[in-house]
């Protein structure tokens, strides 16, 4: 099994930045890919950024050029680096990473992150 452990979330002002970590610990070989969701209040979760083993990057329209994320295999852990926040960056931030063995898929518990004056 796969445990995903995110931090780094919390209270910050709009254009400020924050930096999301998020630790893969266990049966971590068959993971191909992480990247990061996010879901407000009243609206579905998207995912906003990817990263696949090989260093290929895709990001939704609403974060590019605002948002990196990188990872670094030798610590097992993925990171989004958020700049240029908006209110509307305002959610709670999952880690996900898809792996070719069963169950697949895999969740951290979330982290918030909220952009308010």
């Known amino acids: 099994q796969v445990q995903l452990v995110e931090s780094g979330g919390g209270l910050v002002q709009p254009g400020g930045s924050l930096r999301l970590s998020c630790a893969a610990s266990g049966s971590i070989f068959g993971i191909y890919a992480m990247g990061w969701y996010r879901q407000a209040p009243g609206k579905q979760r998207e995912s906003i950024a990817s990263?696949?083993?090989?260093?290929?990057?895709t990001y939704t329209d609403s974060v590019k050029g605002r948002f990196t994320i990188s990872r670094d295999n030798a610590k097992n852990m993925v990171y989004l680096q958020m700049n240029s926040l908006k209110p509307e960056d305002t959610a709670a931030y999952y880690c996900?990473?898809?792996?070719?063995?069963?169950?697949?898929?895999?969740w951290g518990q979330g982290t918030q992150v909220t952009v308010d004056s």
């Open positions: 990263i696949t083993t090989g260093g290929s990057t």
């Open positions: 996900h990473a898809n792996s070719a063995r069963f169950p697949y898929d895999y």
